[in-house]
């Protein structure tokens, strides 16, 4: 993403100022740790976008950019606790490294961290209001992770309760990170429900689209073990399609695997093959396009300006990706 080498660059510099302490030891090690391990930083980079966009120097927005990726590692770190994930990014996660006690201070200090950046941000900004779009934005993103771990029980989740719970987990962060940056530029209300609109479809797209690629994507260029989340029973858009529209005799196939999970090779390849017949790869596919569409047609309602065009390019950027 050669197009955003500019911000990446801009935001990583402040990153690695960023003023940890070096004792104790256990408490800010572990955030330097994840923090080092990179990311693709996309939801800072839209903060710093979403400002530029809206008319003033992205640099005004990097507090709210700081704040954003901050608050995304944190829940990284509990989130690898609550999944009890080995590895983050090819690298032991937190609890790993050292262990569960550890990693839940340290994240816990982390989002202290993330809410210490709002403070540095201009004062000719309304604190009161990115305060509390930053607190509502953490709100939902636990909602959303609740209601995840919920499903694991549940054989009676909806498509609805679905997108309720990935628009918590990735696009009220997504859609908070771009309000933010557009507060920083002055935005008006009406750019402010254009970004919030952007953010929160990208969230959407990018989940539903990380799900496709779990089951149809290339598991080398993916990086993850192939349907992953079908040996896992999870409730992903595919599964519940599935269940929705599948036979019943495929319906109870389904749900005695997932009763059974983890499902074995044989068992998931039979899913995949319930998926295909019910036409879902090919629906589920065009659902996330929808959302990257809903996306690129909000950004239009905005000025020409080289981060209109940036943003136009990361889209269409992350539509294509493959991993």
Do not use: N, T
């Given at each position: 993403m050669d197009f955003l080498a500019s911000y990446a660059t801009l935001f990583e510099k402040q990153l690695q100022n960023l003023d940890f302490p070096s004792k104790p030891e256990t408490?800010?090690?572990?955030?330097r740790y994840i923090l080092k391990n990179?990311?693709?930083?996309?939801?800072?980079?839209?903060?710093?976008?979403?400002?530029?966009?809206?008319g003033s120097d992205p640099q005004k927005a990097m507090p709210a950019a700081l704040a954003v990726e901050l608050l995304h590692n944190f829940t990284l770190i509990h989130d690898d606790i609550m999944d009890q994930a080995d590895s983050r990014r090819g690298e032991p996660s937190v609890h790993k490294k050292w262990d569960e006690a550890t990693a839940i201070l340290s994240g816990d200090s982390m989002y202290t961290y993330s809410l210490l950046q709002l403070q540095n941000i201009s004062e000719s900004v309304d604190h009161k209001k990115i305060s509390d779009l930053f607190l509502k934005a953490v709100n939902r993103v636990c909602e959303g992770q609740?209601?995840?771990?919920?499903?694991?029980?549940?054989s009676d989740v909806s498509i609805e309760e679905y997108h309720?719970?990935?628009?918590?987990?990735t696009g009220a962060l997504i859609g908070a990170a771009m309000q933010m940056g557009g507060m920083c530029g002055n935005a008006d209300p009406d750019q402010l429900e254009k970004l919030s609109l952007i953010g929160h479809s990208l969230g959407l797209a990018f989940q539903i689209q990380?799900?496709?690629?779990?089951?149809?994507?290339?598991?080398e260029k993916f990086g993850k073990k192939k349907a992953g989340d079908?040996?896992?029973g999870k409730k992903t858009l595919l599964m519940l399609s599935a269940l929705e529209r599948c036979s019943d005799a495929e319906r109870n196939v389904i749900l005695g695997y997932i009763e059974n999970k983890p499902l074995s090779e044989s068992e998931v390849d039979k899913v995949i093959q319930i998926f295909k017949s019910n036409g879902i790869e090919e629906d589920t596919r065009e659902i996330y396009l929808q959302h990257y569409s809903r996306a690129e047609n909000a950004l239009q309602e905005f000025g020409d300006s080289n981060y209109k065009q940036d943003l136009q390019h990361l889209i269409k950027f992350l539509k294509n990706r493959e991993s």
């Open positions: 408490l800010y090690r572990p955030q990179g990311g693709k930083r996309i939801r800072p980079i839209l903060s710093l976008i979403s400002c530029g966009i809206c609740a209601m995840d771990m919920e499903f694991e029980s549940r309720q719970m990935i628009d918590g987990k990380d799900d496709w690629l779990d089951v149809f994507g290339d598991p079908i040996h896992e």
